[in-house]
């Protein structure tokens, strides 16, 4: 299922601030691969390593405090749910 705007932009409202904004770097190489200018999101600088922090913050902050929370991950998204879990 395809979230709605309004759900997007709710999400948007419920990471702001819990995470850092992260730089846009143009691609030459991509660009001149498809003729047309690619910009890359260089979620790599968040400090979970990747944009795993984004669903991870935006899940956790949608359930109670003193609520359990248990990954099978111990790759990006174990991490990434670990901070969620300190930062709520």
Not at 36 to 41: G, R, Y
Not at 60 to 68: A, D, E, F, N, Q
Request: glycine letters at 6%; hydrophobic letters at 45%; proline letters at 5%.
């Amino acid at each position: 299922m395809i979230p709605a705007a309004v759900d997007v932009f709710a999400a948007r409202q419920r990471i702001r601030g819990h995470m850092d904004i992260t730089p846009l770097r143009e691609s030459d190489w991509l660009s001149a691969v498809v003729s047309a200018p690619v910009s890359l999101k260089l979620e790599c600088v968040q400090r979970t390593g990747s944009f795993k922090i984004r669903g991870a913050v935006n899940a956790l902050s949608r359930i109670p405090t003193g609520t359990h929370v248990v990954t099978a991950s111990a790759g990006n998204h174990g991490r990434a749910i670990a901070l969620a879990a300190e930062t709520f």
